[in-house]
Every structure is written in structure tokens, then in C-alpha cells.
């Protein structure tokens, strides 16, 4: 591994972990605006400093374990989701060069198994915390998250199959003539459904349910544990809106006019409409009761999603293979 | 006592006991809101409200209010059967629209008499509350414990030798030993709350949702056997927010106890301060002039639209919606900024007085009260397509928590929670108080009874009241804001020195408060939430002797346990936000 590698993974985790800590500043400024009132708005131009500060507090308060949960997985498990949200960024192409393996011929593959892992952390946190509503949370996050990612995987197919490979830059360079959101539209709004359901975001933040289980899987949590988990949810977000772009809308790609940079400001903008996609639904939409979310999940998205490979897989096999 | 006879409505009830249970010792007592009220004897009781349940036509089928007078220090009792204590029992009866007052005399310390909880489930939590703060004691009662005191307190604080400052009491010491004592009783015992295991290689788990949930507003705690997220069986638990506040009502001149009323439903605002109110000035005679009454009834709306705006916005919050109690809030301020401007505070004004109100309106409020009714009916038209017609919140709340209306008539459930399920009892419309009659605005009702149709019904009830505010602003009587009358305003303070008997009067109503003759009154509005009782004593002092403020909250908590009965854990936070209750008004 030379420099210029080591250069390249520290800048992607370094600036993924940093938006993910703005992000947190965006969302309350962004459901500022959306409900009519300004959100922290008070710390340096325009509040921004509230990072800063919360980053601070957070910090600096005591690191605390609750005397009645399993200690060792107690503190392993906010550990558990940063590491493997973080690690599916390797694979992620934010312009032609920069990207830690985006050439990587199971890339899709690779992002699949971190996001399915992910699901460990809030299981483990949920289970050590030994807490009631922490196993509450635990278990709904646990069979959502299962269920979710079979309907996640599925959705892809669409877009395998079009481009003829799992390598995610193969996927962005085989939408030069046309994004995959127009002819895998059904897939794309599956892939969406999902991604929420993995990040655990309002209408479908059940494992959390503030109104019904206090906090969910990490109601014993505070300080900086707490704040891995908290990161954890904006980095995945970012994570599900980058795969967004690079799976359905062009990645990178868009008009350079002769600009060097310009993929990667391409690649920031269409992720950064889909995050504050997310943050608006979050202050749009009621949050589904649990049952109701696994039926629709299992009745009408798995249908859909198999729907959406069948047809797609004909499709291209009539057409001869690309 | 003219205007009482005239407003009395002859049920010929009364008679109907009389000579059914001849020679029983039946006593009938005259009392100043004119509800047929009878002394029972404790051996009669049940049989007495058997027959008033069961056996006249229109029978009383719901037991509206449940509760006791220590009787020791009264001095004006006038041929009332002589008694240490007296339970006494409220009947309603919707279809004669009428009701009925069952006192029992009690003797000795420690008291007993039969429970009623087989007759009516609801009697269940106001026979606790007798025993806990009278020291009552209620035989066949399934699980009679203190509901508003620790378990730990010892005697009863309604009782009259009870202190009512802590200053009065021993110095507390929380030594070791104690809080040994504190803790043990605060131990949940799911078996004692009926929690039984479901069979033998199933296990349930119990949950303690409360005192400090997002989802309770307030404190207040249910315990919950799970089934996975099931629910088997629920047990409300309240107390933690009771300040005692029937109990500074007897040390508290009558009108200095306005602001305390403020308090009770503290989303209600000046509508807490009109039943008490009402019930001084009926036992005193005090006419109130036509302009204070529409100006009541103009701010009672007011915070019928605050109160139920809250209501939708947190119902909204409790299934999932972040944003709506924002935009509710704005509007809620709207409101306030006028509240403000008549009364000079926006949440507890205590505004209206004695005979009256507090000052008239100021110059322009009819530009401010115009200004808010064009802002609402447009914004609640964008919460219909925000909130009410989300699918998601639908599927979230159609068919959750559902109740007929005979289940709402046993368990005391009054206002937009027995509206929902069609019966359009509402007490404005219903027995008319402070001149609603004169108001043009519709009942709205709903069918199922499920959490949706609470919502639904509240949402039309604020146009209602935007309907009855637009009436009180083009129809504002002129006049007088408050009752010329000497317990109602104090002579002018210019002419006190002037003449002595003048400055007399002035220095007693002012120092002391009105004098109120002896009696006794139950007055009752269609509060935010449901009935409002105050059922006041007067001993002739300047204080009540007894305070009794029925309150609906108190009666729909006790409902949860009906409801939650195997729904799951979502839905219970959608029932309760659909109660719409603050546990002030609970735990008074």
C-alpha cells in the first residue's frame, strides 16, 4: 500500500465522519425550516458551530456502563456500526479515481454483507444493555433489518443484471447513455423503501420509536457510545444516498464542462439532494406499527422486487445480453 | 333561589325511591343546584342504586362522580342526618338528561360501607381515592390501596384533622431505614395489578411503561404484561402529579382559590375557573351581567381551540409525525397573543371573578379576535391533507382502541371520547350554562368510537368554537363585566372615605372575600377534555369547607386497561394519545 492509498482511505473516512457529524447540524436546520421555527441556529454563522459544540459535550461526558448490562458487548457493539457502515464506503466510486476499491468485482456484494452486519451492532447494544425496551428495540431493528435487506438485494438485481456486473464503477460507466432511475424506477423506489428501513430513519425508525420505546435498542447509551450510534445513522444515510447515486443516477457522472473536479461536485450534489430526500420524509410521514411494516414488507415489496427481476432479467435477455 | 326552582327540572324521581322503599329511611335534601339529592341509609345502598341502574325507566347508568365530605367540623347542617362522613354518589342518567345525588351518613373513624365496584367497574379507582384521602374503608373492594398518597403515607389528608402545610408535619427524616421502607413500596407486585402467568412454558414479560415516558404526557405509569409486544394486561398507576388541590380549597378564601383552578386541566385555562364559578354564584345568587357571560364563553373557546390544538398535534407526534404540533403550536400562540391581550397571561389567566371577570375587554380586541378567526379555518384545512388524511396514520388509529357508547356511559367516559362513539351528549347544547343556549353551533359526533373518530371530533369541535367565537364577537352584549352585587365587587374605593359603613364593606370584601351562605352546589361544564364538576360546601365562611373538583381525565384513565386488552404496544401509545388527558386533571 503506497501514500497515495493511505492518503485516499483517510481522506474518504475522515470527510464521510465529519459530513456525517454536519449532517446532524443540516437535519435540525433543514426540519427548522420545514416546520416553521429556526432550529439551534445561535453558535457561530448560522449555528454551525453547534457541531462543535455538541461534538464537545459529547465528548467530554462520563463514559458510563450501566452496572446490570454485559459489559464487554456493551462497548463493543457502537463500535460494531461505525465500523462496518465505514468499511461499505470502500467500495463506493465518488469520481474516477477516488475510491478506496470501487473496481472490486463483488462491490455490491461487499456493501450487502456490511449493511447485513450492521444489524449486529443494534442487536448486540439492544441484548448487553439488558434493558426492556433496549431488547424491544433490539428485536424489532433484528427482524426488520432481516427482512429488509432480502428485499434490498432484490431490488439491486435490476440493476446487475442491466449493467452485467457487481462492480459499482462498471455500474456508473454502464449508465453513460441513460441513469438506471428511468427503466429501474419500481427498483429504485424499493432500494429507497429498504434503505430507510436499514438506517433505521423516521417512518420507519421502529427499532428507536422514540413514543414508544423511549430510545429502543440504545435507551442505556449515552455519551460518546451513544454518539457512535448516533454518527452511525448519518453515516449510513450518506452510505444509502451514495449508493442511491451511484446505482441509479449516473454516480459521478454529468456535465464537466472541462472541469477536473467536476465528477466529484456532481457526485455531492445527487447525494445531497437524496439526504435531505431523507430528512424530508422524516418530517413528512407517520411512523407504521411494526406488523404492519413486516406485512408490507413480506406482501408487497417482495413480490414487487421478484417482479422486478423477472422482468427485467427477460428484458435484457431478449434484448441479448449488453 | 328563585332562578334555582325555575331551572329545576321535576324528574319525579325522588318519589319514584320514596315508594319503592317505604320506610327504609330515605331522606330527601334541598341543596342549591337543585339535583334531587337523597340520604340513604349504608344497608339500603346497593339495593338503592341497583334500582337506579337497573330498574326505573331511563335508568341512571352512569356513575358520574364518586366521593366523600368529612362532615366533623360542620356547623350548618339543617336536619341532615347527623354523620362523621358522608360518601356521596353521583348518577347521570343521558336520557332523562338529569341526575341524581345518593348521600350515605358514616360514623366512627374508621368507616365502612359496601363497594359498588360490581355494579359499576369505574367505581373501582374513586372508591381508592375515598379510602386513600378519607380513610373510607370499602368492603368487597377488589384492590383497595392508596391511588393518589405513597403507599407509605400515613393518615388520610381530606379528613379535617389532617394537616394541609408541610410545615404542619414532623420534620421528615429520610434515614436508612426509610428509604428502605420508600423503595420496598414502590416494588412493582405484578400479581397484586391481576397479572397472572398466561399458561406454564409461557413467558411474559412485564414493562413498566411510566412515570417517565415520552408517550404519557405527564407523569403517569402504566404497567404492562407482554406478549412479545402483545398486550395482555394493563394497569394505569396515577398519584405523582396530586398537589392536594381539593384540600387548599378549604384553606383558601373563595376567591382566592381562582388561580388554583387555573391549574386543575392547565390546558384549559379560564374554563377551570367558570364551574367553580358557577357554583359560588348560584349558592350566593349572584346574577352574572349578560356581557360577562359571553365574554366567559368567548374565552372558554379560546381555549377549547389551545387545548385540542395541543391534542392534535401530539396525537399526531405519538404515531410518528414529527411535524405537525409545530405548525399547531404557532397557531396556538396565535390564539394566546389574543388570550393575552384580553387577560394580560396566556396560559392561567384566572380571569374571570367572582360575578363576572376581571376587567372589561380592551379597546380593539375585535380586531385581534377577527384577525385569528381568518388565520384558523385555512390552516385546519392543511392539517386535514398533513395529518387526518395520511394513510399511514389512518391505518395507524381506524379500528385501534374502539368503544361503544354503553361501554363509555359504565366507565364515566364524558365529552369528545362519548361523542366519538354517536351519542351527541354535550353539555353545552345538552343543559345549557352561561348563555350557551343563545349559541348556533353543531354537536359534532362520530361512529366507530376508535382513536381516529376522538381525533376526527375534536378537529370539528375547534370549528365549532371558531363558530361560536365569531358569534360572541358580532354579538357582544353591552353592560356591565362583572355583577353588581355585594359579594361580587367591593364598593368604590373613592367613596370608602366618605362614609364608614362604606369602608367597612370594602375592607371586609377585600380582607376577608365574600361570605357565602351555607349549602352546598355542583356546577359542570363541557370542559377541553370532558364534564368538569365543582361540587362545593359552604359552611357560611369565607372558605369551602369541602372543594370536590370532578374532573374527566380521572374517569378516561380508568378506561385503559378496557382498551389495551390485546393490542399492541404502538397502539396502546395511540389510545392514550387519543384520551387526550393531562394528569394534572387526573391527580388534582
Redesign the interface.
Known sequence: MNAANLLMISGILVSVVLTAALLIWVERRM?GL????WGPNRVWFLGIGQVVADMIKIFTKDDWVPPFADRTVFVLAPAIVMATILLAFAVVPIAPGISVAAEWNVGILFVLSMTALAVYSVMLGGWASNS??AV?GALRATAQTISYEVFMGLALLGVVIQAGSFSLNDIVLAQQHGWYIFPQALGFVLFLIAGLAETHR??L?LPE??????AGFHTEYSGMKFGMFFVGEYVAVILMSGLLTTLYCGGWLGPTFGLTFMPVVWWCLKTGVFILFFILL???????????LMRFGWLALLPLALLNTAVTGAVVLLRGAP | MNAVLQEARPTGIVGDLLSRYPGAGLLEQATADAVPTLWVPASQLLAVLKTLKRDVTQPYRMLYDLTAIDERQRRHRDGQPAADFTVVYLLTSLQRNADIRIKVALSGDTPHLPSITALWANADWYEREVWDLFGIVFDGHPHLVRIMMPRTWEGHPLRKDHYARATEAERLQMDAARVDREQEALRIKPEEWGMKAVDDDHDT?I??LGPN???VHGVFRVMLQLDG?EIVQAAPDIGYHHRGAEKMGERQSWHSYIPYTDRIDYLGGVMNNLPYLMAIERMAGIPVPPRAQTIRVMLCEFFRITSHLLYYGTY????????PV??MF?DRQKAYDVIEAITGFRMHPAWFRIGGVAADLPIGWDKLVREFLDWMPKRLVDYDKM?LR?S??K??SIGVGEYDTDAAIEWGVTGPGLRATGCDFDYRKARPYSGYEQFEFDVPTGKRGDVYDRCLVRVEEIRQSLRIIEQCLNNMPAGDYKARHSLATPPIKDRTMQDIETLIHHFLSVSWGPVVPAGECMMTVEATKGLNSYYLTSDGGTMSYRTRIRTPSFAHLQMIPAMARGV????L?AIIASIDFVMADVDR
Open positions: 426540519l420545514w416546520q416553521d421555527r426492556k425496551y424491544l423516521l417512518p425508525d420509536a422514540e413514543h414508544e420505546l423511549t422524516r418530517a413528512a410521514i407517520p411512523r407504521p406499527r411494526y406488523d404492519q | 414479560m414493562l413498566n415516558h415520552p408517550s409486544e399526531a407526534q405519538d404515531v410518528g409525525s414529527m411535524s409545530f405548525y404557532v395529518a395520511n399511514i396514520l391505518r395507524r399492541m404496544v404502538p397502539d401509545i
